[in-house]
């Protein structure tokens, strides 16, 4: 984040303080605004804490930030508090460095903390649009959930408001830059609406994801009965007898994969596996050589939350993910197992 901002700051301040000073004034101002972010960010955490909801991080980036909270039952009343204790904070740090503009005589620093000022309130009105999934999205969403009891509901229609707020975002910026020549302005609030809108749709998705994964664990959705294939088989065999006319894309491997009872994961082998293998090796190389082992495998814990088992899965790229206590393997979770049951809920991705 200060990598990006200090040449812009720099660019802003080097035609009234000159070439170091420039750099001086850019360098603070990327650290007061960095921390104004961390802030506002601190903002949500702790009151997310106050009200007993774990905060398992929290993240920065060009555009802001993001507090990532456990998953929880949605509470519209808490919810709603989380989301606006942000902006609060925002605008309480523009009313400081107001005060500091004001009382500090010095034309340099005045200058400093009137854009600290100008910018902590541009942050806060921006989240305080009513798009989810910014803060005044979250807090439309509860205002909603509250009147309606209807959490999926108030998600969409939040998720929609954050599209349209998005692509008004997106024209304002064009038309700005077109009409006022101002583009470097005109270009961040076209940037700004861009993002908003891809973010809307994700941030739905995660909601309908988490709303249809709480309460529920790998062991409630996972496939207890597959097919496994033995380390020894050859891979034109493999091709033969488990990938062609089949719509699985990996198999567990097993020493002894016609026994029923759970045995020792000795690792998976997959498609992507063979792609690394020309047609003519096939022969003359066996599964246990070209599979993925154990240790270099993502796996999952039959106890682990579902919705934390959907982004590990989508993470690491694969179709499917073994499910194993200790080193036994006890299941396999697919992504279309997961499709699957969030569209038995009833509840749509888009």
């Known amino acids: 984040m200060l990598a990006l901002l200090m040449p812009l700051l720099y660019w ?63 509470l519209p009343v808490r919810d709603f508090l989380v989301a606006m204790a942000g902006p609060l904070v925002s605008v309480v740090l523009a009313v400081l460095f107001v005060l500091a503009w004001w009382l500090l005589p010095l034309p340099m620093l005045a200058m400093l903390f ?7 309130g541009v942050m806060a009105l921006f989240n305080l649009l009513p798009g989810y999934p910014l803060d005044g999205g979250r807090m439309l969403w509860a205002v909603l959930c509250f009147l309606t009891d209807d959490a999926l509901g108030a998600a969409r229609i939040a998720a929609l408001a954050g599209r349209i707020c998005g692509w008004l ?5 064009m038309l700005y830059t077109f009409s006022v020549g101002d583009a470097l302005n005109g270009v961040g609030i076209t940037l700004l609406g861009y993002f908003l809108t891809r973010q809307a749709t994700m941030a739905y998705r995660r909601f309908v994801v988490q709303h249809a994964f709480y309460n529920v664990q790998v062991h409630d959705v996972m496939q207890r009965v597959f097919r496994a294939v033995a380390p020894e088989l050859p891979l034109d065999q493999f091709v033969g007898r488990y990938v062609l006319g089949q719509t699985d894309q990996g198999f567990p491997v097993l020493l002894a994969p016609e026994e029923e009872a759970p045995q020792p994961l000795l690792g998976m082998m997959t498609v992507r596996n063979l792609r690394q293998f020309q047609f003519n090796e096939w022969a003359r190389t066996q599964v246990g050589e070209a599979m993925t082992p154990l240790h270099r495998l993502p796996t999952l814990l039959p106890e682990m939350p579902a919705g934390e088992a959907f982004r590990t899965l989508l993470e690491s790229g694969e179709e499917q993910l073994p499910v194993i206590k200790g080193a036994v393997l006890l299941g396999v979770l697919r992504r279309r197992d997961l499709f699957g049951y969030i569209e038995r809920q009833g509840q749509p991705l888009r």
């Open 114 to 120: 009137l854009h600290l000022a100008l910018t902590n």
């Open 12 to 74: 802003l301040y080097q035609p009234q303080a000159g070439v170091v000073g420039g750099w001086v004034l850019a360098g603070a101002a990327a650290l007061l605004l960095s921390v104004s972010v961390v802030l506002h960010e601190l903002g949500h955490a702790l009151v997310a804490r106050r009200y007993g909801q774990a905060v398992s991080g929290m993240t920065l980036f060009a555009l802001g930030g993001a507090t990532e909270l456990t998953d929880a039952p949605p």
């Open 169 to 173: 975002l997106l024209l304002a910026g």
